[in-house]
């Protein structure tokens, strides 16, 4: 596990970060967090692997700890529960701040191959897993209509937003 | 009668299409009309993880799918239903919508805001509704004892759901439940997530919060867990057996989607219209219980 455990002094921090995340729309209530601790309090996921912190996250966000932040293994663990959101009384949305983080990770080389492997399993299969063999057979003998193969329009969506460019953490699980 | 693009996510077709046939078999009792999109592909919920604009792209893409053949969607994925509903409610803004309707051109598309999305569940509940439910039941299900498991984004974001459900006390599944004539058994950690979209990248994690429903579920002389997602389903079916080496436990918990549950109460064959047969978990427990 890639603990935050060293201290990191101001000069290795990155002003310019929290800026950066604030300008995707989906983050700008950052700046009324109050680190009250809501978000962690009510994430199942801190619960059962208290490492893993909303409220620690956002702190780091706001000091600048870009690269503490973005190459940490821990940004990829959110289950998507969103009670963070439902539950922060300052209305910020940890959960789509937690988007961003990952977007502007994912750029950086550090999205674990899982979901690279996804987006290009949906441009072969329009979905998230590679083709098996036995999906046809299992629909036949319950008489479901059998499945497609994706159209052209969504791979001409995947190549529309470019994801399908992006590389793989390399060390990734 | 009503009228719904089927929408059915990855999962569902693909692994656990027994909640495709007992879905198709219920609204077809019940005289919802479900047409197939063949076009329609993941709704996108996990490009987000790289990309928020291409997760939007992809609802989008879904949404004006649909609304090409006039169609509201009917959704069986929770995750599906929350990632649709909230590209909704963010396409309702007008820049973004001409960015993304600029993109959708290409592949000669346009979404104009007028498809909805509703979960089977909410269709159930709000079109049926549960006293038209309650006067067909046919079998007798008072002897089992059910618990609900709802699935985060049939829930949250709240905002997206035009205030349909309370998150944090949620009523729905309950009263569909209770309307198969079964009985509802509440539990502490009802809106504990399932941990289904972190399962991907960390499969202990994911199993630490199965792991954790199963514990509290344990003493509370449970026939079943009834839920509305195919996610939850495999997180609690197929990986009850993992939990149970990890843990060294031996949970052994049902597991069935709510419309095979109210296949059940109507009278349908268990394996021909609902698909049972496909558990992991043997359902015995449950049909023993039926008269």
């Not at chain 1, 800026?19 to 967090?33: E, I, K, Q, Y």
């Not at chain 2, 805001?113 to 299900?141: A, F, P, Q, W």
């Not at chain 2, 699935?151 to 998150?167: I, M, T, V």
């Not at chain 2, 499969?203 to 792991?211: F, I, K, M, N, Y």
Request: contains cysteine.
């Amino acid at each position: 596990m890639n603990k935050v455990k060293k201290m990191v002094s101001t000069s290795e921090l990155d002003p310019g970060f929290k800026s950066d995340v604030l300008t995707h729309p989906d983050a700008r209530g950052l700046n009324a967090c109050f680190s009250c601790g809501a978000c962690s309090a009510g994430c199942p996921i801190h619960e059962v692997f208290p490492d893993y912190s909303p409220k620690k996250l956002a702190k780091m966000v706001r000091l600048g700890m870009k690269k503490e932040v973005l190459s940490s293994p821990y940004i990829w663990y959110c289950a998507t529960c969103r009670n963070c959101v439902e539950h922060c009384p300052q209305n910020v949305k940890f959960f789509d701040i937690l988007n961003v983080l990952k977007n502007m990770a994912a750029k950086e080389g550090y999205a674990p191959a899982a979901w690279i492997e996804q987006t290009k399993h949906v441009t072969e299969t329009g979905i998230v897993f590679a083709k098996e063999d036995s999906w046809a057979k299992k629909r036949e003998a319950l008489s479901l209509r059998p499945l497609k193969k994706p159209g052209e329009k969504i791979r001409g969506i995947i190549k529309e937003t470019g994801i399908g460019k992006i590389k793989p953490r390399v060390n990734s699980k | 009668m009503s009228k719904y693009a089927l929408f059915l996510g990855c999962t569902t077709p693909v692994k656990v299409p027994q909640y495709e046939l007992a879905s198709r078999w219920v609204c077809k009792y019940f005289g919802i009309e479900l047409i197939d999109v063949e076009e329609f592909t993941c709704c996108g919920i996990n490009q987000v993880n790289l990309s928020i604009e291409a997760g939007l792209l992809m609802a989008a893409m879904n949404l004006a799918l649909a609304e090409a053949k006039g169609l509201d969607i009917l959704t069986l994925c929770a995750a599906c239903t929350g990632a649709l509903a909230e590209a909704i409610e963010k396409l309702k803004d007008e820049t973004t919508r001409n960015s993304v309707n600029e993109k959708l051109r290409d592949v000669g598309l346009e979404y104009k805001g007028k498809t909805k999305v509703r979960h089977i569940s909410r269709v159930l509940y709000e079109e049926i509704g549960t006293e038209k439910i309650k006067r067909e039941i046919k079998k007798d299900l008072s002897a089992l004892r059910v618990a609900p498991h709802y699935g985060c984004h049939y829930l949250r974001p709240k905002s997206a759901f035009g205030g349909f459900e309370e998150p944090d006390n949620p009523r729905t599944l309950h009263e569909l439940i209770l309307a198969t004539g079964a009985r509802l058994v509440e539990y502490e950690t009802l809106n504990l997530c399932c941990g289904g979209k972190v399962f991907p990248v960390s499969g202990d994690l994911s199993r630490a919060l199965v792991q954790k429903k199963l514990d509290n579920l344990a003493d509370k002389e449970i026939d079943a867990m009834a839920l509305q997602c195919q996610t939850c389903y495999l997180m609690y079916s197929d990986q009850q057996k993992e939990v149970n080496q990890k843990y060294d436990k031996e949970y052994n918990l049902p597991v069935i989607l709510y419309p095979q549950l109210l296949g059940l109460a109507l009278d349908a064959d268990p394996v021909k219209n609902l698909g049972l047969n496909l558990h992991s978990i043997s359902p015995e427990k449950i049909l023993s219980k039926i008269i």
